[in-house]
């Protein structure tokens, strides 16, 4: 089974900073690498798909680079709707397999 | 709109079965693969397996975590995907959700994601 180890596991920021997230494959991936973000009690709602891809409706402030084994899920200018758990998931084989999740915090 | 809706979570004793639904509406259900993930409380996603629409053969992939215990089917006349689990045990215990599968250039995403049905295995 292909690995996502996730970094850093929790992340505090403020209003307004860039953050970035990363994502490491335990083999290369290509660039099938999907982001997703989780509010508390809430199902996941897909972000960025095949590494760099915006999906409809989410804002631009999200985006995703990476290719081969390393990702990253930036967030240009933090909003209070932000703060959430981040899951990187890759789609390269079965299983399909999430990284651990990045809890990002209010500072 | 595109809507995912499961059913059929609760408590159950370790050793039971348990079927869970997945009713949606919104898109042309035969044309899209399904699947499943849990998520144990507090803890992190789990993806369960998917099964093929019938244009890619109607296939299914399973976690090997699965232990061959869980099944998963999809009625295309009604519109609605299954999620058979059997002999469950407490670590079964988590909430599960319903997913569309989208194909992509690069990989295939989860792009609708139901509401999630809490399933509690415990005596």
């Known amino acids: 089974d292909i690995q996502m180890t996730q970094s850093p596991s929790s992340l505090s920021a403020s209003v307004g900073d860039r953050v970035t997230i990363t994502c490491r494959a335990s083999?290369?991936?290509?660039?099938?690498l999907n982001w997703y973000q989780q509010k508390p009690g809430k199902a996941p709602k897909l972000l960025i798909y095949?590494?760099?891809d915006l999906q409809p409706g989410v804002p631009s402030r999200f985006s995703g680079s990476g290719s081969g084994t390393d990702f990253t899920l930036t967030i240009s200018s933090l909003q209070p709707e932000d703060f959430a758990t981040y899951y990187c998931?890759?789609?390269?084989?079965?299983?399909?397999?999430f990284g651990q999740g990045t809890k990002l915090e209010i500072k | 709109e595109v809507q995912l809706v499961e059913s059929g979570g609760g408590l159950v004793q370790p050793g039971r079965s348990l079927r869970l639904s997945c009713t949606v509406s919104?898109?042309?259900?035969?044309?899209?693969?399904m699947s499943w993930v849990r998520q144990a409380p507090g803890k992190g996603l789990e993806w369960i397996g998917f099964?093929?629409?019938?244009?890619?053969?109607?296939?299914?992939e399973y976690a090997a975590s699965m232990d061959g215990r869980f099944t998963i089917s999809k009625d295309d006349s009604e519109s609605i995907a299954y999620l058979q689990m059997n002999s469950l045990k407490a670590e079964d215990t988590a909430v599960y959700y319903c997913?569309?599968?989208?194909?992509?250039?690069?990989?295939?995403?989860?792009?609708?994601w139901g509401q999630g049905t809490l399933v509690t295995v415990s005596s």
């Open positions: 083999q290369s991936i290509y660039n099938c």
């Open positions: 095949s590494a760099s």
């Open positions: 997913v569309r599968v989208r194909v992509a250039v690069a990989g295939n995403n989860f792009d609708y």
């Open positions: 099964i093929r629409a019938k244009t890619y053969g109607g296939t299914t």
């Open positions: 919104g898109f042309t259900f035969g044309d899209y693969a």
């Open positions: 998931q890759q789609s390269y084989n079965t299983p399909y397999t």
